[in-house]
């Protein structure tokens, strides 16, 4: 009896090790390379923002633009080293732009606080009281 329970563990073991094994080489959404990943929230309610237009700019032209998914995440893959301008757009908020370096193999994560526009923004202008 002791001999069956310590064989029907080992097959456990060694079938949890093979499962664990065949989904980490699969290819998932896991494993595959994300240059640049985060998420986009509102600087007041501190909720993700949906539909924020993204856009990756390279040093000569403009290299891809996404938008945000409804939990406020995106990200960018397969871009190519060098120095990119990320553009945050989203109607009713300030326009945010962020320059980083991407590296070969490297990942970074890039949250991004938008802040809300005002009805009414005051632009000093040339005449003051």
Known sequence: ?????????CFMAI??????????????????????????????TRKPLSNVSITAY?????????TTDESGTFYFDDLKPGIY??????EGFKKVTKEKMI???ETFQLNIEMVE???????????HF
Do not use: Y
């Not at 390279?58 to 996404?66: D, F, M, P, Q, Y």
């Not at 005002?118 to 040339?126: I, Y």
């Open 1 to 9: 009896m002791k001999f069956r329970i310590l064989l029907l563990t």
């Open 103 to 105: 590296h070969t193999d």
């Open 15 to 44: 079938g949890a090790l093979w499962a664990n094994a065949r989904n980490t080489s699969t290819g998932t959404t896991a494993d595959t390379k994300k240059d640049v990943n985060g998420t986009v929230f509102s600087n007041i």
């Open 58 to 66: 390279s040093s000569t032209k403009k290299e891809k633009a996404i």
């Open 85 to 90: 301008k990320f553009v945050f757009e989203k």
């Open 117 to 127: 526009k005002e009805d009414f923004e005051f632009v000093p202008g040339t005449f």
